[in-house]
């Protein structure tokens, strides 16, 4: 058993080094090779801490320019990429060519061509000289070879395409033709200016991303990986289903401190994947739900992915409102996930492990008193953290390290009272039957993660500087952690304080290396937004998804999905993001801002980027897939399409968020609004997933799953019966344009219904939504770009301001356009009243299929109480002192002799094979007449002999194993396949309870 356990744990362990080769670099040099490479990733680990701290300033000294910084950013990257990314699989793998070196060296020498040579380029600007375009076509080609050797061929190839439409654009179709571009005009554009691969992504990158990769680093280092997974499982790990669970509350809790879904599934992968496995979980579902659980970890807040920070440079809004208005989706997401696990272990006859539960009532209060209690720590920290620089005035940063310090070293000493969980030891994992030793072991590694919500949020610093001090943070836990536990412990310190150095400059290292990949990946990415730039592919891309979609909202949205999924089979997340945004975002704003939706731009680059995190776990490309079913051993094709099934919750999300726009917490009023969206959002996922699924609480039928769809839809989006019931906006007729028009508030647009008649005999009518300024109703409409006239009854558009809105949405002086009128809002009644049709029908479906599940229980049971299947004897159950169980003639279990006497309905039904779960469950929870109830803490279902052809749930022969029965609360865990005697206690009587096989 030992040996079968530790093979198990080599080849996981293969899997993951493989995977991290993969994703970090797969030579392994030795000597100096190896030695360069660690320290050049330490060196920039190092520069990026020094960059992005305040001691430069304050010493004026080491103070680099945004060009210089990202310069010897990209030069970082392509020299470790060429050093620990052969050019081939079959390339030499513990050696470097010379090739690899003269290659490395080169494309470093092009990165920092323009720190180098800055003060000559700000000289020059605009003219290139031979050698700038020279050095700048080698570094696009050797930036390209070096993303295809890390991102594969897709990333490099999506490039290649945009360069060719750059040289080319003349022999492209009329429709997205251009006039191209001369050798020198794009080697400025690409490499010489901020335009292009030292843009805006590679930027994102330098400042923020690194630090943030570097802080995940640390942790996972230091151990908080383990300890999060812990966590889980103490929470979740005991029921149904509980280690899929517990494996989407620990990547949830992962998203806290790392934005990769690469990352969350190796770090995580290991310990759920084999647990899932272990109770029944196929491989493919144990890898797929990892991948769905991993692949959310980008849009859990407060460390998102890459694309998170970019969406901050891209809409002009603090990160830290980002993170405020995406955690209400990401919750939402992992949610509808949670309930989804929960329907496949029920689905798959799974029960709890057995652990004692406490009542209702005790929860409850425990969970009050929590959240109290961390409500009143998070107050008093605020009012501590507000009094400490009006004491201290200048010194307040060395207070506020103090403070830390002291709050470091007392979770340290609380954490020591407490057992520590082994890494990888899933035994442990599954052992844990209480939250509170598990939270306090490791309370201290929340310690970073708080001063980066609090930096963020509260004091509002920018999310560079904000992860700097969560990174000095982790420095000290690193540095102190263990030696001052063996110091406690009265153990060696000196092996200590080297296992700490260790661990510090193996974040460092690792830092730098998964940098490697994403700091290439926004470098390309910027070839594609330069030549969107260059070309105006922007504009032609909008008029050609407008005249695709017709105009027509959610045609585009649908369009916008269909291209993110596909790019990514191809394109990482933040490569997916930067395109879709780049491409159609402007497209999904300005159209629905033409037809008067007001999405707000915050929501529209939300959208892109959920379609983006569905890269991962998008087949035939699917890394997170290729990650888990490495670990899971199962088809990685199949695996990414039952993740990507899985990922359906996440791809619905976006277009609900885009038209109810409270669950961004956008436009919430108070607390009750909010617990209303929240609630409502909640039961609506729930729909969702029950549809996907086919099962709620049994088997979902046609008609169940069509109410399901509309209370989905009158939970997530209630303004649609609304306005259906109430239109938002009464029509005036057109002489009373010009006088409403004029009577509209400064800063509310003017809603205007137009019909052109176009040359080929189409009419379309449309609303339009316009801005204006000034006073009056003439000149307001001027304002907005339009003149009107009358024609005799007819109010017509004489003519249309040049690049005005309304050009831009088709008006124009050859198709004549007629004005019908003017829209303006009436009062209504609040649109969540019109959630409760879905309440009532999600209730209706619930207790139809509550019903059915005890019908079909009962049916399970044969024919009742009272007579028994085939005409046999009734069932009779009787309880005995040191009697044991048996199986009588007429089927039944029975314990001979006793006081109390009831009759148990038999519990087998060839024709229900699943039913002796619920008819044994039954009869061990409380059958018997005069006894108290009885909880039995673990028994195991199996089958010992399977039916010829049948599926593995179809037995004709099932044993039940246990080793012990107890009353509720006393805690007794069983194990399965244990084929021991136990002892069943009522008071003052025992039975012993033996093995048991029922036959067919």
């Known amino acids: 058993m030992t040996s079968s356990s530790g093979a198990t744990a080599h080849s996981h362990n293969t899997v993951i080094e493989q995977m991290l080769e993969r994703e970090t670099g797969r030579r392994k040099p030795k000597g100096f090779p190896h030695a360069l490479i660690l320290i050049v990733a330490v060196s920039w680990s190092l520069f990026q801490l020094w960059i992005c701290s305040p001691v430069p300033y304050s010493i004026g000294f080491g103070v680099f320019n945004d060009t210089a910084t990202r310069a010897l950013h990209l030069g970082f990257a392509v020299f470790l990429c060429y050093l620990g990314f052969p050019f081939l699989r079959s390339s030499p793998s513990d050696r470097i060519p010379l090739y690899d070196w003269l290659m490395a060296m080169a494309a470093a020498f092009c990165a920092c061509y323009l720190f180098i040579f800055q003060a000559e380029l700000a000289r020059r600007p605009g003219i290139p000289a031979t050698q700038d375009v020279a050095v700048a076509v080698a570094g696009v080609i050797l930036l390209l070879e070096a993303t295809r050797r890390v991102m594969g ?28 571009a001369s050798l020198t005009r794009a080697a400025s554009q690409f490499w010489l200016t901020q335009e292009g691969v030292f843009g805006v992504p590679l930027g994102v990158s330098t400042s923020f991303v690194f630090l943030y990769v570097l802080f995940g680093a640390m942790l996972e280092n230091a151990g908080a990986g383990t300890y999060l997974t812990a966590l889980s499982f103490s929470l979740l790990g005991r029921l149904r289903g509980g280690p899929a669970k517990a494996a989407v509350v620990a990547s949830g809790l992962h998203g806290l401190i790392s934005g990769s879904s690469i990352a969350n599934v190796l770090t995580c992968g290991p310990v759920t994947i084999l647990l ?30 890459a694309a998170a920070f970019l969406m901050a440079e891209y809409t002009n809004i603090p990160y830290s409102q980002i993170i405020k208005h995406a955690f209400v989706p990401a919750c939402l997401a992992y949610f509808s996930l949670l309930y989804i696990v929960h329907i496949e272990a029920v689905k ?41 620089p009006a004491v201290f005035k200048g010194y307040s940063f060395l207070a506020f390290g103090a403070l830390l310090t002291i709050c470091y070293v007392i979770l340290l000493l609380v954490s020591l009272r407490f057992p520590q969980i082994p890494e990888g030891d899933t035994d442990a994992l599954m052992g844990i039957s209480s939250v509170t030793p598990v939270l306090f072991a490791g309370l201290y590694y929340l310690l970073p993660t708080f001063v980066l919500v609090w930096g963020l949020m509260v004091m509002e610093m920018s999310p560079g500087l904000a992860a700097y001090y969560a990174c000095l943070i982790m420095i000290l836990i690193l540095l102190t952690q263990r030696p001052f536990v063996a110091l406690m412990k009265r153990e060696p310190v000196k092996p200590r304080i080297l296992e700490a150095v260790s661990r510090l400059l193996s974040s460092l290292v690792n830092g730098a290396k998964n940098m490697v990949g994403i700091g290439l990946a926004t470098a390309t990415a910027g070839i594609v937004v330069g030549a969107v730039s260059l070309t105006g592919v922007g504009q032609v891309l909008a008029s050609l998804v407008e005249l695709i979609s017709g105009g027509y909202l959610p045609a585009v949205l649908v369009l916008t999905a269909v291209l993110a999924i596909i790019l990514g089979m191809g394109l990482p997340t933040t490569a997916n993001y930067i395109i879709v945004s780049t491409l159609l975002a402007p497209v999904i704003y300005n159209i629905s801002a033409a037809h008067g939706l007001g999405i707000p731009l915050l929501a529209v680059h939300l959208f892109c980027l959920y379609f983006g995190v569905m890269a991962d776990a998008t087949p035939p ?20 399409v039952q993740g990507f099934i899985y990922e359906l919750r996440t791809a619905v999300l976006p277009f609900v968020f885009l038209y109810n726009q409270e669950i ?26 029950s549809i996907t699924q086919r099962y709620m609480l049994v088997k979902t039928r046609i008609w169940e799953m069509a109410a399901l769809a509309f209370a989905m839809m009158f939970l997530f989006r209630p303004d649609i019966a609304q306005d259906i019931v109430y239109p938002p906006y009464r029509e005036l007729p057109p002489a009373q344009v010009l006088e409403t028009v004029e009577a509209l508030p400064v800063g509310e647009p003017m809603r205007l219904r137009l019909e052109t008649v176009f040359g080929d005999g189409r009419v379309v009518r449309q609303t339009v939504v316009l801005p204006f300024e000034g006073d009056g109703g003439e000149k307001r409409l001027e304002s907005a770009g339009m003149y009107v006239a009358w024609q005799g009854a007819d109010l017509m558009v004489d003519d249309v301001g040049y690049g005005s809105r309304l050009e831009r949405l088709g008006v124009n002086m050859e198709d004549p356009t007629r004005v019908l009128g003017v829209e303006v809002p009436v009062s209504r009644p609040s649109k969540w009243l019109f959630s409760v049709p879905g309440l009532l029908m999600l209730a209706g479906v619930y207790m139809a299929q509550r019903r059915r599940k005890r019908a079909e229980g009962l049916a399970g049971g044969g024919a009742g109480a009272d007579a028994a299947p085939g005409g046999g004897s009734p069932d009779t159950v009787r309880a005995d002192a040191e009697s044991p169980l048996s199986v009588e003639a007429g089927g039944g279990l029975s314990a001979a002799g006793g006081s109390g006497e009831a009759k148990a309905p038999w519990p087998f039904s060839p024709s229900r094979p699943s039913s002796p779960f619920r008819g044994l469950s039954r009869l061990l929870q409380g059958s018997f007449r005069g006894f108290p109830p009885i909880a039995c803490s673990r028994t195991t279902l199996g089958c010992s002999s399977p039916a010829s052809g049948s599926k593995s749930s179809e037995c004709r022969r099932f044993s039940l194993t246990f080793s012990a029965i107890s009353s509720p609360g006393s805690g007794v865990c069983l194990r399965p396949g244990s084929q021991a005697e136990g002892s069943l206690t009522f008071p003052g009587q025992g039975i012993k309870l033996l093995l048991l096989a029922l036959e067919a």
């Not at 917490?665 to 959002?681: E, G, P, Y």
Request: proline letters at 5%; glycine letters at 10%; a positive charge.
């Open 153 to 180: 061929l897709p990333m490099t190839l999506v490039a290649i395409l945009f360069l060719v439409y750059v040289f080319f654009g003349p022999y492209f179709p009329d429709l997205v033709s251009h006039r191209g």
């Open 276 to 305: 899932m496995k272990k109770v029944g979980f196929s491989a493919e579902k144990a890898g797929a739900i990892e991948v769905a659980a991993g692949s959310n970890g980008q849009i859990m807040p407060p460390v998102m992915g």
């Open 348 to 388: 798959m006859g799974m029960e709890s492990s057995g652990r004692s539960v406490s009542p209702l009532k005790a929860r409850l209060l425990r969970c009050l008193l929590l959240c109290s209690g961390g409500a009143v720590i998070v107050c008093l920290a605020y009012y501590l953290l507000a009094w400490i």
């Open 621 to 640: 490309v699917a890394l997170a897939a290729f990650a888990a079913s490495g670990i899971s051993g199962g088809n990685p094709f199949k695996t990414g």
């Open 664 to 689: 961004l917490l956008i436009n919430i009023r108070n607390a009750w609004h909010f617990t209303w969206v929240l609630l409502t959002s909640a039961l609506a996922c729930i729909a969702f997933a």
